[in-house]
């Protein structure tokens, strides 16, 4: 034996580190960035990362071919031919910015700021800037179409308003959670490691320990993911059935005592009176002369009288006994008498019928393994539920999210360690600018009552209304667009319906993106942004507190961070004043400004935790008036939503089928046997959403667009691995290759999302060939409340097809 | 006591996600020549299998298994190799010497693992070198320190008072190597996935 190695150049000699943090997905690893002369040449998980542990997921690893890609937009371009002709001309910044600014102005002051939409993407480009500042104070527009019903946030921070009241932060969404102190974790419809979540991403080797060290997981998704063969149960639901499985896990729990009986009876509204007759609950105004409408009732066993909830002046239910079960018959003001119910009463006779055997007709998993995971749930120390954006992808995705808020709060869950937490870092500044006087009443809303401000501290305006407007002007025009790192017709529902042509149709569109897309070729100025390695940020959408990166590089080519072109905007277009930083790091700092700590000093660690302060509403540390309890209506957490009730909608979850399925439409069932799942985070697995088709590194991972299908299935439709395969519903159809996998039911059907082929020729990239979008339809069926639509549970049906798409290579097909 | 560097893998904490190829990938530059991008092919020194599903819908089982060059105590390879290129080092690495290596293939069908890749461009075999670069100054491999399910330990298995040796010995039987009866005798340990409760089936092995 001999040694005659000869040396590897070491990536890290000659090597600057200096400290970022990641943000290719939704963030959150630390890293060592290493830098030779003045290039990004690797990228290592810091092992003080407070999520990530010292790991780095594969786009973290593949970020230097992102960076790098030949794919990179790097200067400024105008169109030069006929619009999506993709002709381009290089111009200066200056020139680009120019024409934005005065195309922008001149239709914001013709027709009015409305007249402008702007889409964001789920933004690898930061969150920090403070868009709305241009969106809100430059244009007026209340028109966003950002992910708009598409994300979790539109149905899920108004049903957390509605229960807990506005919060800080991103715990409006009820997303964060405290793994580290977790004894259970629940991952309902989120595919945990695959999908790299907000503030989780990194979360794998944290994870792993956790379950090493006993912590249980139960994983609630239609197919076997990575997540659910590490799970101690997985429940393999039928899709769009959700909500069944959450009433009878409150039934489950209730029924067996096994919630917080405390936490119950004294934060939520569970004592208060609801009428048999209207369903409503009771005010004082009902019962007493000169009462308050917006006081509450409930039933003193002690004095066997109704009393008067003074949500004002927040006190415990001093010396009385409010009933949370029985039926009470209470003398309205007017003389007759009316009978009444405690909401825990109404919420119990709700889900009574969601037995373990009802559900397990519904839902197609085993009343065994219902009540099994119910119990795990319910059973463990401190447990926190991580919901995925499936349930929100569905008609009824108000119920169904506040089915499992309650479960979160009834359980005694909410902002515990271990549980689901309200991390939040008192005296960070958001940033933001109203919209003018008379602007919110133009939004386009659909008609949904989660677009209007008072219902979501996140409104935005009805993405499908808003294309729809575009194109066919109804109920105004809409004449421009600013497009932020979004692409729609790949991200948005029926592209090839709408928003085709309203991209044909509008006066003027510019587009800031980091590479060329189908949609940014719809563009008449493109402006070259750069990613998160080339800005210095700092955002507190996060587990566990702030986390803040640094340009570890000059910025690739011409591009910009959205910073610079936000300011120069404002300034362009005469209001200088509303963007008064001069560099990103002194917007962050201005941020950081009540803390201890600046940007340069934050980035020594690139993490601020926040304060581990729990129970928050014990504290008084939620509502404004600083009385503990929620700054609900009520000040009680609502389990019982008087804000639906305000808008005529049931204040209860109630379950229904899903629009297209054996049991609405079994006509249509004969024809499209399947069920369909768009949208799963597993087959968009190296890739987020969109983006990163291009990078080679994580392509040869997925190289082509994933169809996944049960053997039987396959077999009884002549198909085989690797086969192309044209999966079609009643409103459109595409093409997807087939993988064979015993890892889903035979009657469903998953195709990934978010496929365009930048290799494929400009300006179309194949972009409906294999795009599950094509496959949905955003004016059918919506929920009543936040229009979400149904992109997890169509029916559809599949067929062989000749091959790929014209242009694509297929080595791998015979 | 004679230096055997090695790695032990958690099966229970690998997530499947191929940071590692990733990592290895970003290592050694691996992609110049290869673009991913349908219509042509790269090459890998690590491939992370998935074992299973196993068994019918709804009860099951998978896991994933990372395998690359198991730097075998006794090396086949290094025994076929016409040229010598392909040699055990004093710390146990086995390694290609680039210039040496004639590209005759040789190697490839007498590695039991499967892990020696042709880099057709340079028309030498290649393989994982354990990250000997790094770990003669005392880093990790790339796979390792950037897994994502924090499930690869690496160190010197000759040495007992290692992490490695000592969470090798910690395991007993649950510790295994993958295709012993080749007896080549690898330096890659694999620890045993535990199925939980939902998968009813066992897991042959
Ligand atoms: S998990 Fe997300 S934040 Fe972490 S390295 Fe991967 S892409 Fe970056
Ligand atoms: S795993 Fe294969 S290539 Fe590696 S040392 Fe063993 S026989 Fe040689
Ligand atoms: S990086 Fe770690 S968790 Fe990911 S596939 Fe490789 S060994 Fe498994």
């Known amino acids: 034996m001999h040694s005659k190695s000869k040396k590897m150049p070491n990536k890290r000699d000659k090597c600057g580190i200096l400290k970022t943090t990641c943000f290719l997905c939704h963030g959150g690893c630390v890293l060592r960035?290493?830098?030779?002369?003045?290039?990004?040449?690797?990228?290592?998980?810091?092992?003080?990362?407070?999520?990530?542990?010292?790991?780095?997921?594969?786009?973290?690893?593949?970020?230097?071919?992102?960076?790098?890609?030949?794919?990179?937009?790097?200067?400024?371009?105008?169109?030069?031919?006929?619009?999506?002709?993709?002709?381009?001309?290089?111009?200066?910044?200056?020139?680009?910015?120019?024409?934005?600014?005065?195309?922008?102005?001149?239709?914001?002051?013709?027709?009015?700021?409305?007249?402008?939409?702007?889409?964001?993407?789920?933004?690898?480009?930061?969150?920090?800037?403070?868009?709305?500042?241009?969106?809100?104070g430059v244009l007026g527009t209340p028109n966003g179409i950002g992910v708009g019903h598409i994300c979790l946030t539109k149905t899920r921070m108004p049903v957390m308003n509605m229960t807990v009241g506005p919060i800080p932060g991103l715990a409006q969404t009820g997303i964060l959670r405290d793994i580290d102190r977790a004894d259970c974790i629940v991952a309902w419809g989120d595919t945990l490691i695959d999908s790299r979540n907000d503030g989780m991403g990194g979360v794998g080797k944290k994870l792993a320990g956790k379950l090493s060290g006993g912590c249980k997981l139960i994983v609630i998704d239609p197919v076997f993911t990575r997540a659910a063969s590490k799970a101690d149960i997985w429940l393999p639901i039928r899709p769009g059935t959700d909500l069944a499985l959450a009433l009878s896990w409150l039934n489950i729990i209730i029924s067996e005592g096994l919630y917080d009986q405390k936490f119950v009876a004294k934060w939520t509204n569970a004592p208060f009176l609801v009428r048999c007759d209207t369903k409503k609950l009771l005010r004082e105004s009902e019962i007493f002369n000169g009462g308050d409408s917006q006081k509450f009732i409930y039933w003193d066993q002690t004095s066997r009288f109704v009393k008067v909830w003074n949500h004002d002046r927040y006190m415990d239910f001093e010396n009385t006994e409010p009933a949370l079960a029985g039926s009470y018959g209470i003398l309205l003001k007017n003389g007759s008498e009316v009978e009444c119910r405690p909401v825990w009463q109404v919420l119990q006779d709700n889900v009574r019928e969601w037995t373990p055997e009802k559900t397990a007709k519904v839902t197609w998993i085993s009343s065994e393994k219902i009540r099994e995971s119910a119990r795990m749930y319910a059973g463990s120390g401190a447990a926190c539920i991580e919901w995925g954006v499936s349930m929100s992808q569905c008609s009824r995705s108000t119920a169904t999210n506040q089915a499992i808020l309650h479960l979160k709060a009834i359980t005694g869950n909410m902002d515990i360690p271990g549980g689901n937490a309200f991390w939040h870092i008192p005296g960070y500044k958001p940033s933001g600018t109203p919209l003018p006087v008379g602007q919110e009443e133009k939004r386009i809303t659909g008609g949904y009552v989660f677009s209007n401000p008072a219902m979501s501290p996140m409104p935005s305006a009805h993405q499908p209304a808003v294309w729809k407007a575009a194109a066919t002007g109804d109920p105004y025009t809409i004449r421009a667009l600013y497009g932020e790192s979004s692409n729609p017709l790949v991200g948005h529902e029926k592209p090839d319906r709408f928003i085709l042509e309203a991209l044909k149709k509008m006066d003027f569109i510019v587009w800031s993106d980091i590479t060329m897309t189908p949609s940014t070729q719809w563009a008449d100025i493109i402006l070259p942004v750069n990613t998160p390695f080339e800005r210095d940020w700092v955002h507190d959408a996060f587990d566990m507190g702030l986390f803040a990166g640094q340009a570890v590089i000059e910025p690739v080519g011409e591009s910009r961070s959205d910073f610079y072109i936000f300011r120069?905007?404002?300034?362009?277009?005469?209001?200088?004043?509303?963007?008064?930083?001069?560099?990103?790091?002194?917007?962050?700092?201005?941020?950081?400004?009540?803390?201890?700590?600046?940007?340069?000093?934050?980035?020594?660690?690139?993490?601020?935790?926040?304060?581990?302060?729990?129970?928050?509403?014990?504290?008084?540390?939620?509502?404004?008036?600083?009385?503990?309890?929620?700054?609900?209506?009520?000040?009680?957490?609502?389990?019982?939503?008087?804000?639906?009730?305000?808008?005529?909608?049931?204040?209860?979850?109630?379950?229904?089928?899903?629009?297209?399925?054996?049991?609405?439409?079994?006509?249509?069932?004969?024809?499209?046997?399947?069920?369909?799942?768009?949208?799963?985070?597993?087959?968009?697995?190296?890739?987020?959403?969109?983006?990163?088709?291009?990078?080679?590194?994580?392509?040869?991972?997925?190289?082509?667009?994933?169809?996944?299908?049960?053997?039987?299935?396959?077999?009884?439709?002549?198909?085989?691995?690797?086969?192309?395969?044209?999966?079609?519903?009643?409103?459109?159809?595409?093409?997807?290759?087939?993988?064979?996998?015993?890892?889903?039911?035979?009657?469903?059907?998953?195709?990934?999302?978010?496929?365009?082929?930048?290799?494929?020729?400009a300006p179309a990239h194949g972009v409906f060939e294999s795009n599950a979008n094509v496959l949905v339809d955003p004016q059918g069926a919506t929920d009543p409340a936040s229009g979400t639509t149904e992109l997890r549970g169509l029916l559809c049906k599949a067929y062989k097809a000749d091959g790929p798409p014209q242009g694509v290579k297929d080595n791998s097909e015979v | 006591m004679t230096t055997q560097c090695g790695i032990l893998i958690d099966l229970n904490k690998c997530t499947g996600c191929n940071a590692c190829i990733v990592a290895c990938k970003q290592e050694f530059d691996l992609p110049p020549r290869m673009n991913a991008l349908p219509?042509?092919?790269?090459?890998?020194?690590?491939?992370?299998?998935?074992?299973?599903?196993?068994?019918?819908?709804?009860?099951?089982?998978?896991?994933?298994?990372?395998?690359?060059?198991?730097?075998?105590?006794?090396?086949?390879?290094?025994?076929?190799?016409?040229?010598?290129?392909?040699?055990?080092?004093?710390?146990?690495?086995?390694?290609?010497?680039?210039?040496?290596?004639?590209?005759?293939?040789?190697?490839?069908?007498?590695?039991?693992?499967?892990?020696?890749?042709?880099?057709?461009?340079?028309?030498?075999?290649?393989?994982c070198d354990l990250c000997e670069h790094l770990i003669e100054q005392g880093h990790q491999p790339a796979c390792v320190a950037a897994c994502n399910g924090g499930a690869m330990t690496s160190g010197d298995l000759g040495d007992e008072k290692s992490d490695i040796s000592k969470s090798r010995e910690g395991a007993g039987k649950d510790c295994f190597v993958l295709k012993p009866e080749n007896a080549t005798r690898p330096s890659i340990y694999y620890l045993e996935f535990r199925k939980k409760s939902s998968n009813r089936l066992e897991i042959p092995r």
């Open chain 1, 568 to 761: 120069d905007l404002c300034r362009k277009m005469g209001n200088p004043d509303l963007w008064p930083w001069e560099t990103e790091r002194e917007l962050c700092d201005w941020k950081l400004e009540s803390l201890d700590i600046d940007f340069e000093k934050l980035i020594k660690t690139c993490f601020y935790p926040a304060p581990e302060i729990w129970n928050k509403h014990e504290k008084g540390l939620l509502r404004s008036d600083k009385n503990p309890g929620y700054p609900t209506p009520s000040g009680k957490l609502e389990l019982y939503a008087s804000l639906l009730e305000e808008v005529e909608l049931d204040p209860l979850p109630v379950f229904s089928y899903p629009p297209e399925c054996y049991e609405t439409t079994p006509q249509l069932a004969k024809d499209y046997p399947y069920i369909l799942i768009t949208g799963s985070r597993e087959l968009n697995f190296p890739y987020f959403h969109t983006q990163y088709h291009y990078v080679s590194w994580l392509r040869e991972m997925e190289p082509y667009p994933p169809v996944l299908l049960h053997p039987e299935t396959a077999m009884g439709l002549g198909i085989t691995e690797g086969n192309w395969v044209w999966i079609e519903t009643k409103h459109g159809k595409a093409r997807f290759k087939a993988r064979v996998t015993k890892r889903i039911h035979p009657k469903v059907i998953s195709v990934c999302h978010g496929w365009w082929y930048p290799e494929l020729p």
């Open chain 2, 39 to 127: 219509g042509t092919k790269g090459f890998s020194f690590i491939r992370v299998e998935c074992i299973g599903p196993e068994g019918e819908y709804p009860a099951l089982w998978m896991y994933y298994q990372p395998i690359f060059c198991m730097h075998c105590a006794d090396p086949p390879c290094v025994e076929v190799c016409p040229s010598e290129a392909i040699y055990k080092q004093t710390n146990g690495l086995v390694l290609i010497d680039k210039e040496a290596c004639t590209g005759c293939e040789a190697c490839l069908p007498a590695c039991p693992y499967d892990v020696i890749c042709m880099d057709n461009d340079q028309a030498v075999a290649r393989k």
């Open chain 1, 33 to 136: 960035a290493h830098i030779r002369a003045g290039k990004l040449v690797n990228l290592e998980g810091d092992p003080e990362g407070p999520l990530n542990l010292g790991s780095i997921c594969e786009k973290g690893k593949a970020a230097v071919q992102y960076v790098y890609s030949p794919y990179r937009l790097r200067h400024p371009l105008k169109r030069a031919g006929k619009r999506g002709a993709g002709k381009w001309k290089r111009i200066s910044w200056d020139e680009a910015l120019d024409i934005t600014a005065y195309n922008l102005l001149k239709i914001r002051d013709k027709y009015g700021g409305e007249s402008i939409a702007y889409a964001w993407g789920t933004c690898r480009v930061v969150h920090s800037y403070p868009r709305h500042i241009f969106y809100n």
